[in-house]
DNA sequence: CTGAAAGCGCTAACAG
DNA sequence: CTGTTAGCGCTTTCAG
């Protein structure tokens, strides 16, 4: 099917004039005159005239679009985290193009190098789970295309980057349990391989301290309970037949929370009378009418709105203006519904 | 920051031959010499020789890319249908542009028109809520522009769509619970407007009549239970103080069955011992651990694979090829979990 | 005030 | 086998 498209220089012979002159009536140049102008504009109008934007691209060297590096789209936090790219990159003019790495270091390495080729004008990059070597990312960064890391970010690559405060987060969740009258809270972890996990943790052992409680490393189980459900269920059922059990149960996320609350109720135990439990809502609780359960949202749409403004920032910048790397940290919101207190 | 682009230029002035051969050589033209070949390739691949992607698109007016205008990006069953279009479209070579209506009429109009400009190869379209005026997509469909429908279809463009079986999906659900046991199934009904929603309202009547029970139009609620929880739950309420009360019920979304589980509960009853819930998901239970409730799951997935496949067929037509709009009808898939046998 | 010409990077006739 | 030329649609000097 071929598309007609209408360019300027169907305008021009339309008008008996050059293109140059069409090209300069329409973007309002002061060197023409305003009857001109006024054919021009409309019979523009008239014949819907629409500015090829490749061809602009390639003159300019710019695509106005932005690459988006992601995990997963179907992700609560990571899809919420698209949207509040989009929603900024709209309102300034760019198109979104995504490419989703699966959690695959193989297909991000393809993925940076097809938005790469694609001309993108800068890129959001959060990276897969497997990624541990960042040359492809760094030939991005010293070819001077303008980066933005958000939630997994690359500590070696110089460029802004967005993260969320996971200590504040993790502190905030342990301090709002004790101040509901908990005291034996047991910490079920995350992949302790991931920086976000032992942040964490750590914010959860500074709640415990400022408060007086002891640390008590039989509550801390360091098994990875936040991937698989039953995984959570087993760890759960074990921290129910310690002998001092806990009176609230720190969660990852949804599907250790998930977990430890079914386990919970298998016992006979009320959520939260009996025992309460904070997740951190990477995916379900977010959505969730949960409201015995306390959760630590994330801020996914800021987030993505950040990162775009940042990435955004950097593309416009002048070549002689300086840009210098910033790192926003954002806070979670702790989300308290219905009557959790114990 | 001036990204020093290598181009077809640099390599031919490095190797002193002309543009035109080294772009023969790299596409392996049969008229150039082995010899020749050999040292353009060399040399590209290690000046990092990548063709602009852009000037490709301007000569071939072909730009790789298809554009997605999508209603919400947060949303599970439209993020999974992106991972699906985002699966075929990467295999076949094409990048994804993901534009968000957000359920907005104006808004979906600037985005098709913004995909448009950006020279998008084709177009898939789910329409936002309040769409109700076509023009903006029947100029595209006349303009020629390869276009496909996924989930919310226009049926006056002529064009490929893909749609969920609903009423399939209703009979199904129903089917199942009858089987299961339960005699009196009451109705949540969703929005009347839309067809899906009256689609597996004629399902489920189909399902009863077929097993012989009677339809009881007190059990079929007309209020849109789908959008607001407590709706949901006013509505249960009701079913519950019937005379004669429902033993389960059908909910046309998760925020309705949620809303009713709930409701129940706190009549001291027990789901799915004393009433059965199958609920359709198109948001939280897919995520959701609950296994008293059986969800019919949308195929979003392949939605969006199957959608993607229908567009690039499409465009990769030949111009004299005669392309067939065909209408894809995907089935629900019915997910029992555990025990919800009465 | 307007036009001619060059060029963004690439390919494909058309000529050797 | 290889080079020259023209052109995709647009902007922008440079000349009038």
Redesign the pocket.
């Known amino acids: 099917m071929k598309s007609n ?8 012979r339309e008008l ?12 309002d ?9 006024k054919q021009v504009r409309e019979l523009a109008e008239k014949l819907n ?8 691209s ?4 710019k695509s106005n679009t932005i690459g988006v590096v992601i995990p997963q789209v179907v992700h609560f936090f990571f899809s919420t985290i698209i949207s509040g790219i989009e929603d900024i990159a709209y309102a300034a003019g760019y198109s979104v193009m995504v490419a989703q790495s699966n959690e695959s270091y193989d297909r991000e390495v393809m993925d940076t190098k097809a938005l790469f080729n694609n001309r993108v004008d800068g890129i959001l990059v959060s990276m897969s789970r497997e990624t541990t070597d960042y040359a492809h990312l760094e030939f991005l960064h010293n070819r001077g295309i303008p980066m933005v890391f958000y939630d997994r970010v690359c500590d070696s690559i110089d460029c802004s980057k967005v993260v969320v405060d996971d200590f504040d987060g993790g502190y905030r969740a342990t301090k709002h349990l004790i101040e509901q009258g908990y005291k034996r809270i047991a910490h079920l972890a995350g992949p302790h391989s991931l920086h976000m996990f032992r942040q964490r943790l750590d914010g959860y052992k500074k709640a415990l301290q400022e408060h007086g409680l002891p640390i008590d490393e039989s509550l801390i189980l360091p098994e990875n309970a936040s991937d698989d459900e039953n995984v959570a269920k087993e760890l759960t059922e074990r921290l129910l037949n310690l002998d001092e059990r806990p009176d609230a149960i720190f969660a990852n996320n949804d599907i250790a929370a998930l977990g430890a609350m079914i386990t919970i109720k298998e016992h006979g135990l009320k959520v939260p009378s009996d025992i309460g439990i904070v997740g951190f809502s990477n995916w379900r609780f977010t959505a969730l009418t949960e409201p015995t359960i306390t959760t630590v949202a994330q801020p996914g749409f800021e987030m993505g709105q950040e990162a775009a403004r940042l990435l955004i920032e950097a593309i416009e910048a002048k070549d002689d203006e300086v840009i210098t790397s910033v790192t926003k940290v954002l806070k979670t919101e702790l989300v308290v519904r219905g009557s959790s207190v114990k």
Do not use: E, F
């Open positions: 498209q209408i360019t300027i220089k169907d305008i021009a008996d004039i050059s293109p140059s002159t069409v090209s300069r009536a329409l973007k140049h002061p060197d023409i005159s305003p009857k001109t102008k005239y629409q500015p090829n934007s490749i061809a602009l390639l003159r300019s060297s």
